[in-house]
């Protein structure tokens, strides 16, 4: 079956390791978009960050933001908004001040650091989004529109960090428990865990947009690496996982292609999608 839409996520599989898109990827995604499918991002970051990479690329379609909390167009134009309840944001972030664990949260399409610590600026860096320190008090007021909140620990953004694995794996049992059918928990690269409303998933963000465009959910292509692309290469009807990813998404998918550092979008595009 012909594909008619691409989705890729960014981090671990579009972007290198340092967080750029390599000229090949670029190249081949152009290639998709004049061979006619529709290629889309689909990422657990802000719109305004993963705007920008789709401006690199030259797309204006609907981008899959915040794990799918937020669908919108490069022209702004809004396809789906799903936030997490002003009264769950504020538990969470009263329960995260108490716990002593550092929270950020995405209000408005906008960040906000309770504290600013080493990790907040790696944030800011990998991102390219300046964030607001509020302190705790004052992260508890920013509950409006809240697509994301996201727990980030001391391995995040260090090649080595290992060591708060287990504390991760904690915080995740211990939050997923606390506020089961209040959000959704996932782990998305090592040292962050996101939280987004119940109903928010990238594979629901592939089901609106296929609805919204007319074709069948087997005429998309998925590609990912990390948790919480699982959904989305589960529900896709063909899935790609990286070289980078880890044993599970890589028996969940359908084809397994080069690392994100050696330019595995372009070889899944050309190869599965492109057929050359």
């Given at each position: ?10 981090d ?44 690199q690329?030259?797309i ?7 794990n ?18 002003q ?7 009263a ?72 504390e ?10 606390k ?11 090592k ?41 989305m ?16 998404i ?14 595995g ?12």
């Amino acid at each position: 079956m012909k594909i008619k839409l691409f989705a890729t996520d960014l981090d671990g599989t579009l972007l290198t390791s340092d967080d750029k898109i390599s000229s090949k990827n670029i190249q081949a995604m152009r290639d998709a978009v004049n061979a006619g499918i529709m290629v889309t991002l689909a990422t657990g970051r802000m719109y305004s960050s993963a705007v920008q990479y789709a401006r690199q690329i030259d797309i204006d379609v609907p981008l899959i933001t915040y794990n799918g909390a937020l669908i919108k167009a490069t022209s702004g134009r809004v396809y789906n908004e799903k936030y997490i309840k002003q009264s769950v944001v504020k538990e969470i972030v009263a329960y995260c001040a108490q716990k002593q664990w550092y929270l950020q949260v995405n209000s408005n399409d906008a960040l906000y650091f309770p504290v600013y610590l080493e990790r907040s600026a790696a944030y800011e860096k990998s991102t390219g989004i300046k964030g607001e320190t509020v302190g705790w008090q004052g992260l508890g007021q920013k509950n409006e529109n809240v697509a994301k909140m996201l727990l980030v620990t001391e391995d995040y953004g260090k090649k080595d960090g290992t060591e708060k694995i287990q504390e991760e794996n904690e915080m995740l049992y211990e939050l997923t428990q606390k506020f089961a059918g209040k959000v959704m928990l996932v782990k998305s690269k090592k040292g962050l865990i996101e939280i987004v409303n119940p109903e928010v998933s990238k594979a629901n963000a592939l089901h609106i947009l296929a609805g919204r465009f007319g074709f069948s959910i087997e005429e998309v292509m998925a590609i990912g690496d990390a948790d919480n692309d699982l959904p989305m290469l589960e529900a896709a009807g063909k899935s790609v996982a990286m070289g980078n990813a880890a044993a599970n998404i890589k028996a969940a998918c359908d084809y397994v292609v080069g690392t994100n550092d050696d330019d595995g979008v372009a070889e899944a595009i050309y190869k599965y999608v492109l057929n050359k």
